[in-house]
């Protein structure tokens, strides 16, 4: 079992949909938790982190980490064209030591419909 | 140009062949790493480099050898290629400790080994 589990979809919405895309993983020590956003042919860009469990606001884009449920989940609102690409999570323990690294989820697929 | 970039973007070898990939920074960051994409596995690190002569090895290093002895610069060589090497290779780098998520990625090599 992979550590960290996500839908690879695809997933298709119209445009101005509320998304949701979900990850979940079994690494208790897991502390930092990231989405990336990657367009095709290119290299993925940071959008949102969290620490620890709550919520993040930031525009359009929500994350939210559910610690207990070892369950992350990022929305977005009012969805756009643009925000077509493969949205990847990413985890990491506490930064201390010397194993740093980031585990991936496989990544989504989603595509905003005009 | 300003930023992190990776050569050649495309790459088609054979079998045995040995094939180096080259990525250059220049924000004098000091932490670089090597990921594969693969479908299904999303982004897996192979090796990474806290600073310039430090490396270490990440989740899938066997066939992949490292080297930095400039820290702008961080080459991955294939030393003898293998069909199962057959993937996009992203280089990241880090500027502070301690924050991972801070991975600012090259735009990818697409490798073929036939």
């Known amino acids: 079992q992979k550590e960290v589990e996500q839908d690879p979809g695809p997933l298709s919405v119209p445009e101005g949909a509320i998304v949701s895309l979900n990850c979940t993983y079994s690494?208790?020590?897991?502390?930092?938790f990231m989405w990336y956003r990657q367009y095709s042919r290119k290299g993925p860009e940071l959008l949102m982190y969290?620490?620890?469990?709550g919520n993040k606001e930031d525009g359009r884009f929500t994350a939210q980490v559910d610690k207990s449920s070892k369950y992350i989940s990022l929305f977005i609102r009012d969805s756009q064209p643009s925000d077509s690409a493969t949205y990847l999570c990413?985890?990491?323990?506490?930064?201390?030591?010397?194993?740093?690294?980031?585990?991936f989820g496989s990544g989504t697929q989603l595509t905003v419909l005009p | 140009d300003a930023g992190i970039t990776q050569s050649p973007r495309y790459k088609i070898t054979e079998t045995g062949r040995q094939v180096t990939l080259m990525c250059h920074q220049t924000?004098?960051?000091?932490?670089m790493f090597w990921y594969r994409q693969d479908l299904g596995h999303g982004l897996r690190l192979i090796y990474y480099?806290?600073?310039?002569?430090?490396?270490d090895k990440g989740e899938v290093p066997d066939g992949y050898v490292v080297s930095r002895s400039k820290t702008e610069n961080f080459p991955l060589t294939l030393e003898s290629a293998t069909r199962s090497q057959t993937s996009v290779y992203f280089c990241?780098?880090?500027?502070?400790?301690?924050?991972?998520?801070?991975?600012?990625f090259g735009p990818g090599t697409r490798l073929t080994v036939t």
């Open positions: 969290t620490y620890s469990s």
């Open positions: 480099s806290a600073a310039a002569d430090i490396t």
């Open positions: 924000w004098s960051h000091s932490y």
């Open positions: 990413a985890m990491e323990p506490s930064p201390s030591g010397s194993a740093r690294q980031l585990t």
């Open positions: 690494n208790s020590a897991f502390q930092y």
């Open positions: 990241a780098s880090c500027g502070r400790e301690g924050l991972l998520y801070e991975q600012y």
